[in-house]
């Protein structure tokens, strides 16, 4: 089953472009990785510290896979001093 990520990220003052090179990293190598069927960068129009991340999966086993690789927790370390809450991920499945 097809599983698709959603993830907030609300940069600290100061700290959106450092949010957004780090998001950067992280898609450019997780768009390399074979459970990877999509993923991408949301910036919201209203608030300029808001971020999206939205990936898709072939399965929870491939997102699981994801989670352990070095460039992934990386990206979690580095992002969790940037931004003025917990780490948001949440996993999603279509429901229509």
Known sequence: MTLFI???LHALAGKQIDVQRAARAVIDATR???GCLGIHLYHSNK???LFYIHSQWRDKAAFEEHAALAHTRTF???VSELIDH????V???VVD
Do not use: W
Not at 86 to 89: A, I, K, M, R, S
């Open 6 to 8: 959603f993830v907030r």
């Open 32 to 34: 390399r990785e074979p």
């Open 47 to 49: 608030d300029g510290d």
């Open 76 to 78: 979690i370390a580095t």
């Open 86 to 89: 917990p780490l948001d991920v």
């Open 91 to 93: 996993r999603t499945t």
